[in-house]
């Protein structure tokens, strides 16, 4: 039971690579602001 649930979150998605453009202003844009949300994380944790 466990492995099938593990499963269903680990399989493969077709549209997963289609939410942000691996190349490009929106992908810069995601990255810089997955890091910014990481920042301000680790203050938030301390």
Known sequence: MI???L???T???TGADRVVPPT???A???LF???A???LAVFALA
């Open 3 to 5: 492995r099938d649930s």
């Open 7 to 9: 499963g269903a979150f």
């Open 11 to 13: 399989g493969s998605d």
């Open 24 to 26: 490009g202003f929106t």
């Open 28 to 30: 810069s844009l995601t």
């Open 33 to 35: 602001a997955a890091g």
């Open 37 to 39: 949300m990481a920042f």
